[in-house]
């Protein structure tokens, strides 16, 4: 498949990003936090003028240090940093500096239940949205520079999806088990509560999620973020 008619669309892109953020009268600064170095690349070809990025780092307390020294228009952060936690990170930042934008990513394929809650950062996508050329950098810093909260389309189908799960307590418990590799013997064991009811929790379990097994069940938590393998 010929994709170069894609490379003007690229350039305009990041053209029309860059005057919308100069418009918006927010400091045309960026931070990025990351946890790995290579997820630099693809935030750096989404930007016009690299010479806007401030700072890079992967954990919180130097992207701390910058923001003290001198305020950021934008932080990109993802979620997991190699020192620190990504949506902390954006609070604080919040705090410190109200102005700043603050534009987390997921980086997983579990998205953390935090990103559906998180109603004090600006925008929430995915890394893979981004990296797929979904156009969801751009979108999120045009939201942002126009006072506007950004969620990613796979964001707000997961949080669709989950606002309509009727989920216990017990089913989160039953989950957590299932991400370990539990039996129903060893949950009943964790929980101190007998095999049958084990099995009668687990059952609940599957049907609330509309799974079709205990496997699929998990693989439904992970993809949804209600819990994580351990």
């Known amino acids: 498949m010929d994709l170069t008619y894609k490379i003007p669309l690229l350039i305009q892109s990041r053209k029309i990003i860059l005057e919308a953020v100069i418009r918006s009268g927010i400091e045309p600064s960026v931070a990025i936090a990351m946890n790995h170095e290579n997820q630099l690349h693809p935030l750096v070809l989404g930007l016009k003028d690299?010479?806007?990025?401030?700072?890079?780092?992967?954990?919180a307390n130097s992207c701390l240090e910058a923001f003290q020294k001198k305020p950021i228009g934008f932080l990109f952060c993802t979620d997991e940093l190699e020192e620190g936690d990504g949506f902390h990170l954006c609070q604080t930042i919040k705090s410190i500096s109200p102005?700043?934008?603050?534009?987390?990513i997921c980086t997983g394929n579990q998205i953390d239940q935090r990103a559906f809650a998180a109603d004090e950062i600006d925008g929430i996508f995915c890394y893979q949205e981004m990296?797929?050329?979904?156009?969801?950098?751009?979108?999120?810093?045009?939201?942002?520079?126009?006072?506007?909260?950004y969620r990613?389309?796979?964001?707000?189908?997961?949080?669709?999806?989950?606002?309509?799960?009727?989920?216990?307590?017990r089913d989160y418990d039953i989950l957590h088990c299932l991400a370990d590799g539990m039996s129903n013997?060893?949950?009943?064991d964790a929980l101190q509560i007998s095999e049958q009811t084990a099995k009668t929790y687990t059952k609940r379990l599957i049907g609330n999620l509309s799974a079709k097994n205990r496997l699929h069940?998990?693989?439904?938590?992970l993809r949804y973020g209600l819990t994580t393998v351990r």
């Open 99 to 104: 102005g700043t934008k603050t534009l987390l």
């Open 50 to 59: 690299p010479k806007i990025i401030h700072y890079v780092g992967t954990d």
């Open 217 to 221: 069940a998990l693989i439904l938590g």
């Open 131 to 149: 990296i797929e050329a979904k156009g969801v950098l751009g979108a999120a810093i045009l939201a942002a520079s126009g006072g506007r909260r």
């Open 185 to 188: 013997r060893e949950i009943a």
């Open 152 to 169: 990613s389309q796979r964001i707000r189908d997961i949080s669709e999806k989950t606002s309509t799960l009727d989920l216990k307590e």
